[in-house]
């Protein structure tokens, strides 16, 4: 079988979700935790993360990491084969391959990070770049979005509180439930992973066959979204 692109899961980036690093926190966040590992369970051998950060980079399968930085040094891996040696790594790669380690130890990850400046039609570029990728791959290829939404639905969220966010955290987890890439093409900067998501709609083209929603939800006024798109 050539290469196709077999399944998207959409997971935050959030540590929280690790247990380890969770402390007290772990039982409010569990209905996430599990429905990221039920998304990241649906992809195929090969994945291909998609995450937002400082710059452009390619991170390969080849590589290992550590939580140290979030405060308890929780190794991880991006296959099973990966030198014992960590690397510094981004967040959303370093949660990619927490999830893996837990939904399919012995998937391959290949973590390409974007930079969260890009503008709307460079992500969408990015995006068609990647699923032309895809396609030319060897084998089954699975992408997993790592991106989280608003940081500014609550008082005491990161980002600081900014009321009108949270209709437009409804309106992004309402267009990722129902496979809405046109949505996800006018996204405000607000949104912490919107480079990600933009380059998801390039990825995707049009609606996706399928869009299913496992969880979503605004713990430390975060937005936070699980789901699983079939392309």
């Not at 399968?61 to 891996?77: E, I, N, Q, W």
């Not at 084969?81 to 391959?108: H, I, Q, T, Y």
Request: a negative charge; hydrophobic letters at 50%; proline letters at 9%.
């Amino acid at each position: 079988m050539g290469g196709v692109l077999a399944a998207i899961a959409l997971t935050p980036s959030a540590p929280v979700l690790v247990p380890q690093l969770a402390g007290s926190a772990a039982g409010e966040v569990a209905e996430l935790r599990e429905a990221a590992l039920a998304a990241a369970g649906a992809l195929p051998q090969r994945w291909v993360v998609v995450g937002a950060g400082a710059a452009d980079e390619v991170i390969g399968p080849h590589t290992r990491g550590t939580f140290a930085g979030y405060g308890v040094d929780l190794p991880v891996a991006l296959s099973p084969d990966a030198p014992e040696v960590p690397a510094a790594l981004p967040l959303c790669a370093l949660f990619a391959g927490w999830l893996r380690g837990l939904a399919n130890p012995a998937a391959s990850t290949q973590v390409r990070v974007y930079a969260a400046d890009h503008g709307v039609d460079v992500a969408l570029v990015r995006g068609r770049a990647l699923r032309a990728e895809i396609d030319d791959a060897d084998v089954p290829v699975g992408v997993l979005v790592v991106a989280d939404g608003a940081n500014t639905l609550t008082p005491p969220a990161p980002g600081g509180y900014d009321p009108d966010s949270v209709a437009v955290q409804a309106a992004l987890d309402d267009a990722l439930a129902a496979g809405d890439v046109a949505a996800l093409t006018r996204l405000p900067n607000g949104i912490v992973g919107r480079v990600a998501y933009q380059v998801l709609a390039g990825l995707t083209g049009l609606r996706p066959r399928s869009a299913k929603e496992l969880a979503r939800g605004a713990p430390y006024g975060v937005g936070y979204f699980v789901g699983v798109w079939t392309p």
